[in-house]
């Protein structure tokens, strides 16, 4: 099986606390098996990361956090930039820009109250052409978890963990178990397109509002397994 924190952030975006140098040591104290650094909107900011991952010989795989509307997307699969995608766009035409060309487009944290951008919520019922959704966020809620895994299964759509981590400590506390290791960026976007993988949480390393080895989460639409 292998361990990868599909939503991490670093120093490098300008909106967290971890650095390049020890990103690795962190990943692999916790049991990751890989990352995936999100910044936001620019995949180009994250490309320190691969002279990391070559020296390091651990997997650190890229992609951005885009901010639209209505909330925020995960993209996979595509090296684009402010120039490609300006913020805060209407998130269902982005989503079908992302798709279009290739990429994959993960609504995250959908029902993240308080978030900057505004929320979501059941307005991705409403949402055309998704894959999947962020179903476990270590960042958020117990219950904003639950109503994503609620989401993700009334659309029926696979669900993804990251943690969301902009500091050490919360890096790992959430992620997405897959079947076999994954050697490039496009193979973690075939994978993620097959649905043969689970959203899980750490059960000694709680996610926001919970307690160590606490309520499992549900087990809707592939999220929820704690380990």
């Known amino acids: 099986m292998f361990k990868v924190d599909l939503h991490v952030h670093t120093i490098l975006g300008g909106d967290s606390l971890i650095r ?24 180009g ?34 090296k684009i930039g402010r120039g490609d995608l300006p913020p805060r766009l209407p998130i269902q035409r982005v989503a079908d820009w992302v798709h279009l060309r290739g990429g994959l487009a993960v609504p995250a944290h959908p029902y993240q109250r308080g978030l900057l951008g505004g929320l979501l919520g059941d307005r991705v019922l409403e949402m055309k052409g998704l894959i999947a959704l ?42 997405t178990l897959f079947p076999k290791r994954l050697r490039s960026e496009g193979e973690l976007l075939e994978s993620l397109r097959s649905g043969a993988y689970t959203a899980c949480r750490h059960k000694d390393r709680p996610a926001k509002g919970q307690k160590a080895g606490g309520e499992r989460e549900p087990e809707a639409a592939g999220s929820g397994t704690e380990t």
Do not use: W
């Open 20 to 43: 390049p140098d020890e990103l690795v040591p962190l990943a692999r104290a916790v049991g990751l098996d890989a990352v995936c650094v999100t910044e936001h909107h620019a995949y």
């Open 45 to 78: 900011l994250s490309e320190p990361f691969e002279a990391v991952s070559r020296r390091t010989g651990f997997p650190i795989f890229r992609a951005l956090e885009y901010t639209a509307q209505e909330g925020h997307l995960l993209v996979f699969g595509l």
């Open 134 to 175: 962020e179903t476990v966020n270590a960042s958020v809620t117990l219950e904003e978890n639950r109503m994503a895994a609620r989401a993700a299964k009334t659309l029926g759509l696979f669900g993804v963990g990251g943690s969301d981590a902009h500091g050490p400590t919360v890096l790992g506390r959430a992620y």
